[in-house]
């Protein structure tokens, strides 16, 4: 597991042997898993945005578009 992106709001960690990244969003406690193409697809659109436009502001903004409704609650045991 490697932490590729870090804020106040998300994590983003890969999973180079499952081909798989997992969003946790830190606010809502929620976690979601993408694997293969789905992975594939997500880093795509985090690349098309402008390296410009690139800040964490930016980047929190999609991930919460990305994962709302998606994600999985994370539990306490």
Wanted: glycine content about 6%.
């Amino acid at each position: 597991m490697n932490v590729i992106y870090d804020s106040e709001h998300f994590w983003i960690l890969a999973y180079p042997a499952q081909q798989g990244l997992e969003l946790l969003d830190k606010d809502n406690l929620s976690t979601l898993f993408l694997q293969g193409a789905h992975a594939w697809h997500f880093k795509h659109a985090i690349d098309e945005i402008p390296q410009e436009a690139r800040d964490e502001e930016t980047i929190d903004a999609f991930l919460d578009e990305y994962c709302k409704g998606a994600g999985r609650p994370i539990v306490f045991h």
